[in-house]
């Protein structure tokens, strides 16, 4: 048991990820202090009842063998997930969506009760001394984001071993719920195929699935330098992005620039940079678009326009002529819509978080050192903007081929004849 939960944990502990991650980001996961971590440790119980009464009331009665078993299960823990994965319900048949807590639409998807994983926590001594002789003080310091981790690979196995779908699909490869299912369906003998979500980081654990339906050549060459590759592996372009093909932009002026905001990055430096580039170019019409995960409140001018959480990336980037970010995988998106995008370290970051997609390094997009660099690099299109489009091909198979718009169709042949293989 300790293994599994060492595996499933992997990104976080072997990969070192809580380690380097900043602290906005480390405390979705783990409590700053002792009293943060205590809070940690008792919210499981503390919630228990209520998440229980929650559960029963909205999706246990329709949570039956006849509505669940033998399908297709979409896994989605986030909006992003849901983006990527729900174009599955119209080229697979008998395919749903399945979920966890998560608020998005309660009608159209069931959850999988991992509130329950508390019912297991008898077993985080012995998971968290094997975690203390491999992991050492970190065994300590997270030990309230392992104790809530305990217990996953128990509620995936069960829900997996009652209904047997025909299949899992799953699109993130790391966080712990999805390592859990897939860890649970390896040992049950349930097909897993894994889709990209988005770009990949040196943090990623190595590629492991039955069937892996990757963007391009970028996202295969960096799986490749994370270890041993199993699994079948096909290159599709990226699904979500179909619908917004007819919106790549073809201005050769800059009139629109979007801003967009990480959790890496400090809100200073953030207003700093928004208040430089308004100055600068007072005709531009700016967006600031913060993180959708992004809680802090940012006193941005009146002038700026802000964009919204409940704003696909893909409408806000089809507004804009340019964009600013820093260690993001919005430069993709924003290239794949024909869209200037330069890599600017709005804050400044750990040398192994530096152009962590490696878009500069890949010529995807220019970097711009220091703000005044980077308002040259502005000045110098505002009239005369190129086309970029032909940048993201080392990230994206299917540009320029005929199935350029038609990702989700070719993810549906794949998975298909994948699991007519398997049958």
Not at 243 to 254: A, G
């Amino acid at each position: 048991m300790e293994k599994i939960y060492d595996d499933i944990l992997k990104f976080y502990f072997a990969q070192n990820y809580l380690e380097v991650a900043v602290p906005t980001v480390r405390k979705q996961f783990t409590g700053e202090n002792w009293k943060a971590k205590l809070i940690n440790y008792m919210m499981p119980f503390a919630k228990f009842a209520k998440r229980h009464f929650e559960y029963n009331r909205k999706f246990k009665s329709h949570f039956t063998t006849k509505n669940i078993g033998k399908k297709a299960w979409l896994f989605i823990g986030s909006q992003n997930n849901r983006s990527t994965l729900k174009f599955l319900l119209e080229e697979l048949e008998d395919s749903i969506l399945v979920g966890y807590g998560i608020p998005l639409h309660e009608s159209d998807h069931f959850q999988i009760p991992f509130y329950r994983s508390v019912l297991s926590a008898w077993k985080f001594p012995k998971i968290w001394n094997y975690f203390w002789h491999k992991y050492g003080n970190r065994a300590v310091k997270y030990g309230d984001f392992l104790f809530n981790c305990v217990g996953l690979y128990e509620v995936a196995y069960a829900a997996l071993e009652k209904y047997r779908p025909k299949c899992l699909i799953l699109a993130n490869d790391h966080s712990e719920k999805q390592r859990a299912l897939r860890y649970a369906a390896k040992e049950l003998n349930i097909p897993i195929v894994y889709i990209q979500h988005a770009s990949i980081s040196n943090f990623m654990p190595p590629l492991d699935f039955d069937l892996s339906l990757l963007e391009g050549q970028g996202a295969w060459d960096k799986y490749k330098t994370l270890g041993i590759i199993k699994g079948d592996v096909r290159l599709i372009g990226m699904p979500k992005f179909d619908n917004f093909i007819q919106f790549r932009n073809d201005s050769t002026t800059i009139q629109n620039i979007g801003i967009c905001a990480n959790l890496l990055d400090n809100q200073a430096d953030i207003t700093r940079l928004i208040n430089a580039t308004q100055v600068k170019f007072p005709e531009c019409k700016i967006t600031f678009r913060p993180h959708p995960g992004d809680k802090r409140i940012f006193e941005i001018p009146n002038i700026i326009k802000k964009s919204t959480k409940t704003e696909s990336i893909f409408d806000f980037l089809k507004r804009q002529d340019l964009i600013i970010a820093g260690s993001s995988s919005v430069h993709l998106e924003a290239v794949l819509l024909n869209v200037s995008s330069i890599y600017f370290e709005v804050s400044e970051l750990q040398e192994n978080m530096k152009d962590a997609y490696g878009y500069v390094k890949n010529g995807l997009v220019e970097q711009a050192s220091n703000l005044d660099n980077l308002m040259n690099k502005i000045e110098l299109g505002i009239n005369n903007r190129p086309s970029v489009l032909h940048k993201a091909r080392y990230y994206n198979a299917v540009i320029g081929t005929e199935n350029d718009g038609k990702s989700g169709a070719l993810a549906g042949k794949y998975i298909r004849a994948f699991l007519e293989n398997r049958c």
